[in-house]
């Protein structure tokens, strides 16, 4: 199956001649190829073309999510691979990934293994904590610790991300409203919402240069869409039963900002979260019309592990303590999902419907 490879650059002309060599070596005759250029002022475009590449201008710097929208839509291959610039297919990788939409036809989207340049794991698939946090999966573990079959996942990386177009089309994308990070575990969460699957190839491998920055600006970034993911995707139910536990990670945040230098970025966040209410109900109306699976279900996506490398060691008690209010939590879910409402109509009782897969 054809593949559109959607690239967005911004500022990464030294690594264009490495970029190019390892597509020539992947891509097929009948693959399209596209670089969208977020106003690079290093001569990114015009180095790319030289090299053969072709090359979109998106005229300004318009994040990451916006970039793959216009990629997507100045393509037509009924599978999309957004891959970042600095990511590397390894040979058979994408006959791999294309070996998916055939193989497990009930798969919306899907990544490959994403390795770090030392061969250790920089993902092998999104994990997604209850308070919204989420990270790479098994990141800096050994090569050992992957699968030998495909998988399912929360979400799949945007760093090397394979989506049906026809589902791309359906959700409309990423929320280019996100600008930078966590675009990938919205889009992986809602896509699972509607109904479609996310999963992971780990015989497909692509080598990342990844390196964690911790600067505010990313803190800013995360937390705000930390937020916008949260109020806009988890049901109504599961939120009310995780209040208790966001707002109390919050004061807890706050303490480890500040402690850690970025607490301005945290405060920032919540700022534009709490000016952004009005559009996040907006988005989850949006959203919610297109659930089809139940509060249960959805749970299930999310995890209770704080097993980040991202994250300091945590005290034991609390690792405990917040495991086990998500253990209550999805208890509570099964419970209430044993005893629909009863809705009355037209002077007839009749048993309301769960909002089941």
């Given amino acids: 199956m054809k593949l559109a490879v959607v690239i967005v650059t911004h500022d990464c002309e030294a690594g264009l001649t490495e970029l190019a060599a390892a597509l020539r070596g992947v891509i097929d005759e009948d693959d399209e190829l596209l670089l969208v250029d977020n106003a690079s002022s290093d001569g990114t475009a015009a180095s790319a073309r030289a090299l053969g590449l072709p090359v979109v201008e998106a005229g300004s710097n318009r994040g990451f999510g916006a970039g793959c929208r ?3 839509d100045a393509t037509s291959a009924p599978l999309l691979l957004f891959l970042n610039p600095d990511a590397r297919p390894q040979p058979g990788s994408l006959e791999r990934l294309r070996a ?3 193989e497990r036809p009930e798969w919306a989207a899907w990544q490959p293994a994403v390795m770090l340049p030392d061969g250790r794991i920089n993902t092998a698939g999104g994990v997604v904590h209850y308070l919204g946090l989420s990270w790479a999966g098994r990141c800096e573990q ?5 699968a030998d079959e495909p998988y399912e996942v929360s979400f799949a990386s945007g760093a090397a ?12 994308g990423f929320d280019d409203s996100y600008y930078l990070y966590g675009e990938d575990c919205e889009l992986g969460l809602r896509l699972w919402l ?9 015989r497909a491998r692509v080598i990342h240069d990844y390196r964690f920055d911790k600067g505010s600006r990313k803190w800013f970034l995360l937390e705000r869409n930390r937020w916008r993911t949260v109020l806009a995707l988890y049901p109504a139910r599961l939120l009310a039963l995780l209040a208790p536990a966001l707002l109390v990670a919050e004061l807890g945040l706050l303490f480890v900002a500040a402690r850690d230098g970025w607490l301005k970025a945290k405060l920032r966040a919540n700022l534009a979260a709490t ?9 989850r109306a949006v959203v919610q019309a297109q659930r089809r699976i139940d509060d249960v279900a959805f749970a299930a996506l999310l995890s209770a592990s704080l097993d980040s490398p991202y994250l300091r060691r945590l005290p034991r008690a609390l690792i405990l303590a917040q495991a086990c209010y998500f253990v209550a939590v999805r208890l509570l879910l099964r ?7 009863r ?11 769960s909002e089941a897969a």
Wanted: proline share 7%; no cysteine; glycine share 10%.
């Fill in 100 to 102: 998916v939409a055939d």
């Fill in 142 to 146: 050994p090569a050992s610790e992957l």
């Fill in 70 to 72: 216009i990629g997507a």
């Fill in 194 to 202: 509607s109904g479609h699957r996310v999963g992971v190839e780990p």
């Fill in 275 to 283: 000016l952004g209410v009005r559009r996040a109900v907006r988005r």
């Fill in 343 to 353: 809705i009355a109509r037209s002077g007839e009782e009749s048993s309301g419907r």
């Fill in 335 to 341: 419970l209430i999902s044993l005893f629909p409402p």
């Fill in 161 to 172: 991300l394979v989506i049906r177009r026809d589902a791309w089309a359906e959700l409309d």
